[in-house]
């Protein structure tokens, strides 16, 4: 499955709204009726940090200004008002098949 | 609290082995899911193995026959057994508890 991220970069002013999308190349609806796709954060020399599962589920301690939400293969993380501490590399997943795979990330910087 | 610490990373020639570990704690490596993903600056994130709670593992095409990946409960550490290294596997390498918790990462680098 091809995870497709746009857009690749992206300036924000902080306290304006930012918006991520993703699209797969192919269904990510298991018959269990969840849909495995996944949000990410890579902060500069970190390992990634699980922001949004199942597409729409904030991890715990993340903040409500994130949110993810779904168009048929569409997905969408927005960022309701940005924050310094929100830059970094943004990406993408799909564990609804083997091999898993990312999108190629979008990498969000502060104006 | 999460932890995964990964250890066994550094240089090596091409043809080479290498072993990777990634000691858990704050839960068991043997009741969830767990999966080895690698990072590098050309490719981005590549998955490269998974090991479910039955035993049972699965590999990216690009290192299936050269990696395997075990798990020893007694210890809560999982392992990446690498050989035949290539150029290619060069990157970062992380161990995830699923998808909820990645450990810092490892270079490996392959290299003459």
């Known amino acids: 499955i091809v995870m497709t991220q746009t857009p690749l970069s992206l300036s924000v002013t902080p306290g304006q709204p930012a918006s991520i999308s993703c699209k797969s190349s192919?269904?990510?609806?298991?018959?269990?009726?969840?849909?495995?796709l996944y949000w990410y954060l890579q902060k500069p020399g970190q390992p990634p940090q699980l922001l949004i599962y199942?597409?729409?589920h904030r991890f715990s301690g993340v903040p409500d200004r994130f949110s993810g939400s779904e168009s048929g293969t569409n997905f969408t993380l927005k960022i309701s008002r940005v924050e310094a501490e929100d830059v970094g590399t943004y990406y993408c997943?799909?564990?609804?098949?083997?091999?898993?795979?990312f999108g190629g990330g979008t990498k969000v910087e502060i104006k | 609290e999460v932890q995964l610490v990964v250890s066994g990373g550094g240089l090596i020639q091409p043809g080479g082995s290498l072993r990777l570990s990634c000691a858990a704690s704050?839960?068991?490596?043997?009741?969830?899911?767990m999966n080895w993903v690698r990072q590098t600056p050309g490719k981005g994130l590549e998955w490269v193995s998974v090991?479910?709670?039955?035993?049972?593992?699965y590999y990216a095409d690009s290192v299936k026959g050269r990696f395997t990946f075990s798990r020893d409960s007694s210890k809560n550490t999982l392992y990446l057994q690498m050989n035949t290294l290539r150029a290619e596997d060069t990157a970062v390498y992380y161990c995830?508890?699923?998808?909820?918790?990645w450990g810092q990462g490892i270079l490996v680098t392959v290299s003459s």
């Open positions: 995830t508890k699923a998808w909820d918790y």
């Open positions: 704050g839960f068991s490596v043997s009741s969830t899911y």
């Open positions: 090991i479910y709670r039955g035993g049972s593992t």
């Open positions: 192919q269904s990510l609806l298991h018959s269990d009726e969840k849909t495995y």
């Open positions: 199942e597409v729409s």
């Open positions: 997943m799909q564990s609804i098949q083997l091999p898993l795979t």
